[in-house]
């Protein structure tokens, strides 16, 4: 995460999927004649396969390090679905190839808590506003009024994972790793390689969750759900899996491919609004000014980008850039 990369190259693979997308859905069926926008599963194709292979040799960024694990994958995997509200797939290149979801996790954890407590409490006991600083900061912590910022730093994702509500930590996690299958209708595999590389060197996070306690804005015992977050950052996904988690939000908090419904309808809104503001860090203003879609990263490489209400994109390639987001997964595919 140590790398730069050009941030003019932001966010166009989406861009692209978006324009074909959003443009053929608000068109509204009728008004647009030319046959190559309008959303047949055609286009789609043709869409993702031109985004894919535009894209697939770039040879920017660099593989996430400060988790050993992160370091050893491949960096040429390259993988995106597509999951319309109507359960519709669509996919190219190594899109089952399985990854760490990493703070990806923080978007179903906030979710839960929303569902749990409701959406004013979620704001109130974590925060809800974008910080400008990078995503474990310290000095934010100190500067936001409400400490955490929101809840997908680590600080808020830390205090997010401590609000849900179990009689202990075991419980915890297994209502954590159960709703993530349940946004993603499968079983999700634990990554033990990932987790103990992340757990034995933890020291910051750790320090975080201590400072927090230390404000009175952790809800369970801070060390303990450090480890807690730092499992549910271990699960593994795909870029297809992502995109059913991403679709479920899309449809008012129902699975499109298992039809459960995993969060009251209510709920996805101010989720997507958290993604929206702080879903690729300090890179998030960038990205929803290019894309104007909620979208959240993690470090393992992934991205997930929902359009309410139509779809969402799962995208997986591991290097990253400065900020510690999918180079390939904002690429220009121009
Ligand atoms: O806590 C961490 O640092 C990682 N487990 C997750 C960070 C992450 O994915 C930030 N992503 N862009």
Redesign the pocket.
């Given at each position: 995460m140590s790398l730069k990369t050009n941030p003019t190259c932001f966010s166009k693979l989406p861009l692209l999927l978006f324009s074909l997308l959003l443009f053929s859905f608000s068109t509204a069926y009728a008004l647009d004649t030319s046959s190559s926008r309008t959303l047949t599963p055609e286009n789609i194709k043709r869409v993702l396969n031109e985004a894919h292979s535009k894209s697939k040799e770039n040879k920017d960024g660099k593989n996430?390090d400060?988790?050993k694990a992160l370091a050893d994958v491949n960096p040429d995997l390259f993988g995106i679905t597509i999951v319309t509200t109507n359960g519709n797939i669509y996919e190219v290149g190594d899109a089952k190839s399985e990854f760490s979801i990493?703070?990806?996790s923080k978007v179903f954890t906030a979710a839960k808590a929303i569902q749990q407590h409701g959406a004013k409490a979620l704001q109130e006991k974590v925060g809800a506003s974008a910080t400008g600083m990078p995503?474990?900061s310290i000095i934010a912590i100190e500067h936001q009024p409400k400490r955490a910022a929101n809840p997908f730093v680590?600080a808020g994702?830390i205090a997010s994972t401590s609000l849900i509500k179990a009689k202990d930590g075991e419980e915890r996690w297994e209502v954590i790793k159960s709703n993530m299958d349940d946004f993603a209708g499968r079983e999700l595999e634990f990554n033990e390689v990932v987790y103990q590389s992340?757990v034995n060197d933890?020291k910051?996070?750790q320090a975080i969750s201590k400072l927090l306690d230390a404000y009175g804005r952790m809800y369970a015992d801070p060390l303990e759900t450090t480890t807690i977050?730092?499992k549910q950052?271990?699960v593994n996904v795909s870029a297809h899996d992502l995109a059913v988690m991403g679709a479920t939000l899309a449809n008012h908090g129902v699975n499109p491919l298992s039809k459960k419904k995993v969060i009251d309808p209510q709920y996805p809104k101010y989720v997507l609004a958290l993604m929206a503001t702080a879903g690729?860090?300090d890179g998030a203003g960038d990205w929803l000014y290019d894309t104007g879609t909620p979208a959240k990263?993690?470090?393992?490489g992934g991205i997930v980008a929902v359009v309410p209400g139509k779809l969402a994109i799962g995208v997986f390639a591991p290097p990253?850039d400065s900020?510690?987001?999918s180079v390939k997964g904002q690429l220009a595919a121009t």
């Open positions: 996430a400060y988790i990493q703070s990806i995503f474990n680590n994702a992340e933890n910051r996070n977050y730092t950052c271990s690729l860090y990263s993690g470090v393992g990253l900020i510690g987001n």
